[in-house]
């Protein structure tokens, strides 16, 4: 029955935006090994990929594009119509009659293999390497993808298109990273995904991840994400008095109450402990170009870890978005109507 109703998720997405219908697949890896020594005896990749793959002479893939989601996140947030609707249609930057879109639930997300499929807190603690080096294998093993045109993502994706051209610097052409910092996640970085992760664990009815219903302690957990991921200009404008916005946070965490995990949202931010691609951005090759918001709440410009780290690029930009009235801080990474001409410039300066 889920896998119906996405499909019809993503056929309507398509109708409206006119590119071709999203296909969905799985690609079955067997006993895979996670950095942590931990063994999955069957891992499932879920993805959804948009167009048809063209190679050049030598069988190069020439026009795929790894777009890659955000904590707790999946593939689908991409075909939401302010996404696709401004990027894959006809004439568009990403025009899906095109390129090959590939839009995929990295492993703890979505439809992919998860903890809540069933070894709760029993299943492998994989970080973002692991994510990144199963992706390659999506791509190179089931899609037949020796190349990339684009490797792009937001917030948790943004952090593995650091990553990518760190791994395989001849993989892409290009590579955009949003809402993102290419360094160790410390600080109050590291302090709220620590809050998060202890008011899972700390809650005596967790029960080591062996809980019948959601623990309690999710609420708190689901609390410190909302205050991150505010935005706090637009939420004073369209919640200006205390029962406004009482009412706006109720409905905002019951919602994400029924839909959210406690084991596999503890996994999904325990996975970025060992985050830190700052030592090796000198082996980036490609043209890279990084866009973050100035009202993004997880990557405040304040710190200036971009101005220091993106001279470390070779072929590194930085651009950083001024606070407007469509600004949405940290979820501006999903808004191309806003950042796209920076990705067209992107698109063009790594042209072959």
């Not at 004073?236 to 008095?241: H, I, R």
């Amino acid at each position: 029955m889920l896998r119906a109703t996405l499909c019809l998720l993503f056929a309507g997405a398509a109708v409206a935006a006119n590119y071709p219908a999203p296909v969905e697949g799985d690609y079955i890896i067997r006993n895979y090994r996670f950095k942590s020594g931990e063994v999955l005896p069957e891992l499932r990749l879920h993805y959804a990929t948009i167009g048809t793959p063209q190679k050049d002479a030598n069988g190069v893939v020439r026009n795929a594009v790894l777009i890659m989601h955000g904590t707790t996140g999946s593939g689908r947030q991409f075909l939401v119509p302010q996404f696709a609707d401004v990027l894959f249609g006809p004439g568009q930057l990403l025009d899906a009659t095109k390129y090959f879109i590939i839009l995929r639930d990295a492993v703890g997300h979505g439809q992919s293999s998860k903890p809540s499929d069933g070894l709760h807190a029993k299943f492998p603690h994989y970080e973002y390497e692991d994510m990144v080096r199963l992706d390659y294998k999506l791509l190179t093993e089931k899609l037949g993808v020796n190349h990339l045109r684009l490797v792009m993502g937001t917030s948790m994706g943004g952090m593995h298109s650091w990553m990518w051209p760190e791994l395989y610097p001849d993989f892409m052409d290009a590579a955009m990273p949003l809402a993102s910092l290419p360094a160790e996640i410390a600080g109050r970085n590291r302090m709220w995904r620590k809050m998060i992760m202890d008011c899972i664990t700390e809650d005596p009815a967790w029960m080591n991840g062996e809980y019948k219903s959601q623990p309690p302690g999710l609420k708190p957990a689901l609390y410190i994400m909302t205050i991150f991921t505010s935005v706090p200009k637009l939420w004073q404008k369209e919640y200006p008095t205390r029962e406004a916005a009482d009412r706006f946070l109720a409905r905002s965490i019951a919602a994400r109450m029924k839909t959210m995990d406690a084991n596999d949202m503890l996994y999904a931010f325990d996975s970025s402990r060992n985050y830190n691609p700052e030592p090796d951005l000198g082996k980036i090759k490609c043209p890279l170009m990084a866009v973050n918001s100035a009202d993004d709440q997880i990557n405040p410009p304040e710190l200036g870890v971009m101005e220091r780290d993106i001279k470390l690029v070779k072929r590194g930009e930085y651009v950083l978005l001024p606070i407007t009235d469509q600004t949405r801080g940290h979820g501006t990474h999903t808004l191309p109507a806003i950042w796209q001409g920076y990705l067209k410039k992107l698109l063009a300066e790594s042209q072959n």
